[in-house]
């Protein structure tokens, strides 16, 4: 049995390490990019639209008019979706008042259920 030469254990070693890196190439599956909107709630009226910050233009087909409406939007947008949403109204009990009292808690349950998160931000913690 003959030993294996410098140049032969360095040709086994070039193989297995490209075996690793395409093997970790395949087997790595592509993160999925999480998508973001904003519920936007300035002067009275509601729009949902995708982007992470605050614009100064909101389009027309971007604005919601009810709950039922903002709901109907929520369903289209993908699992794991996050809704940021800043109030700007609030209930004397904390909770923020989207288009009448006591909506905010049948409408975060709504989209649990959906998959999507929803941030509420500016709420000083209890």
Known sequence: MTRP????ALSVLGITAAILVCGTCVGAAPKARTVEFML?????????????G??????????VSSLEDLQRR????????????????????GAPILFAKGQF???AKFCR???VELI???????
């Not at 936007?40 to 992470?52: E, I, N, P, Q, T």
């Not at 605050?54 to 604005?63: A, G």
């Open 5 to 8: 030469t410098g140049r032969n």
């Open 40 to 52: 936007d709630d300035v002067l009275g009226k509601f729009a949902l639209y995708s982007g992470d």
């Open 54 to 63: 605050i614009r100064c233009y909101v389009l027309p087909k971007e604005t």
């Open 74 to 93: 929520i369903v289209q947008l993908p699992r794991g979706a996050i809704v940021h949403w800043m109030p700007s109204q609030l209930e004397p009990s």
């Open 105 to 107: 808690a049948r409408f």
């Open 113 to 115: 259920d959906r998959g």
């Open 120 to 126: 509420v931000e500016g709420i000083p913690a209890k």
